[in-house]
């Protein structure tokens, strides 16, 4: 078989990356070392007949136009506003943090946008230029609220405080000065009809596009040839050998995932509620069935331990992981027609949408526009709206 591009991992980055130049006429191997594609995003039917995710639920949500339009070619989507809960002092209560959050936890009789931002005024700790996850909480809401909501949590999902991560890793958190409970507020926010996998069957079925499973790259990679490009997905540090980690090497979280089937309609009121307190050892139980508005006879929760040893899902930003890191993109840089793609080939974190943008624009650069010309006569203009 004549390969032209040879593509590590089929998850969101190789996925988009061997469509997109599938359509412009080259030979795509992809080799995926799970048994399925789809990477983390992967989902399926369970044996309760629930549409479950094996590796934790992943909600869609953007701004960008052209991603936004590009998954549209692939799938209808329905609409979803997610929402998620926390139990906090025995309460359930909104996250991101707003007026309901408040006032349950603190028997607050908050009403207006201005009563909001006066009580986390009145809270929050004046902190200009936040140096860790700690100080950008507190510049937020407060010494009490973190205490209730973040910092334990943080602990069990990173199994590192606050402080001993970087500002980012909190600061992206929202808090809404309103009623909103919409955990995201982008302008597009729907899951695929039928799932994530089906989704990915339809990007990657074009005729040009050959998938390995249960192959990995590095048992195989000294009897491919003839390729032009390598586009990596996996971890930095396993493409060189560890070379730079003998000693520190670079974090890494990943999650055990216990399903459980429980015989009754729903378990809890929502699709996902967070523990943030230490009298549990999960961080959050998710069930299901509520995506989607599911039918079933019973149904089945997954509750969800952070853990160091396991598939690698979580780079852990800070210091001491960014000088290792660096070390490693110094020498990626120096490497000519190999591009490391995606959350974990770049050690940050992605959002979905993030990861199909970073794809589209490395695809872009490399390709240029007389070859987008080309993908514009090869493809079918098929673009589903939503339902």
């Not at 991992?9 to 030979?27: F, H, N, T």
């Not at 309760?48 to 590009?70: C, D, M, P, Q, R």
């Not at 600061?171 to 909103?180: E, G, H, K, L, Q």
Request: overall charge neutral; aromatic content about 14%; glycine content about 6%.
């Amino acid at each position: 078989m004549k390969v032209d591009v040879l593509i590590i991992g089929a998850g969101i980055s190789g996925a988009v990356l061997a469509e997109r130049y599938a359509a412009i006429g080259k030979k795509v191997l992809i080799l995926e070392k799970r048994s399925h594609i789809a990477g983390n995003c992967y989902d399926y039917i369970d044996e309760n007949g629930i549409l479950v995710s094996k590796y934790g639920a992943h909600l869609f949500h953007t701004n960008e136009e052209e991603v936004w339009k590009y998954v549209n070619k692939f799938s209808e989507w329905y609409d979803w506003e997610h929402k998620v809960i926390a139990k906090v002092d025995g309460k359930l209560v909104p996250i991101p943090v707003n007026i309901t959050t408040v006032n349950k936890l603190f028997n607050e009789n908050i009403s207006s946008e201005e009563e909001m931002k006066d009580w986390l005024e009145k809270n929050r700790i004046d902190i200009q230029d936040p140096q860790n996850g700690k100080e950008a909480v507190l510049s937020k809401v407060g010494p009490e609220l973190y205490e209730k909501m973040f910092r334990h949590y943080t602990k069990k999902q990173w199994d590192k405080y606050p402080e001993e991560l970087d500002a980012s890793v909190l600061d992206r958190i929202p808090v809404r000065t309103n009623y909103d409970d919409r955990y995201f507020s982008d302008k597009y926010q729907a899951l695929p009809k039928g799932g994530y996998t089906k989704l990915f069957e339809k990007i990657l079925s074009h005729p040009n596009i050959h998938i390995e499973l249960n192959t990995d790259y590095f048992d195989v990679k000294d009897k491919i040839e003839g390729y032009s490009k390598l586009f990596y997905t996996g971890p930095i540090d396993r493409f060189f050998e560890f070379k730079y980690s003998l000693e520190d090497k670079l974090e890494y979280r990943s999650i055990n995932f216990v399903s459980e089937t429980v015989n009754k309609d729903f378990f809890q009121e929502n699709s996902v509620v967070n523990y943030p307190g230490m009298e549990v050892e999960y961080t959050r139980i998710i069930e299901y069935k509520h995506f989607g508005h599911q039918q079933a006879g019973k149904t089945t929760i997954v509750k969800e331990f952070t853990v160091d040893t396991g598939e690698p899902y979580y780079p852990v930003p800070n210091q001491k992981n960014r000088e290792i890191y660096e070390r490693y993109k110094k020498e990626a840089d120096q490497l000519k027609d190999i591009y490391f793609v995606g959350r974990l080939a770049n050690y940050k974190y992605f959002n979905m949408d993030q990861a199909f943008k970073n794809a589209l624009d490395l695809f872009k650069n490399l390709e240029g526009k007389s070859k987008r010309t080309r993908i514009a006569r090869n493809e079918k203009k098929t673009v589903h709206r939503v339902q």
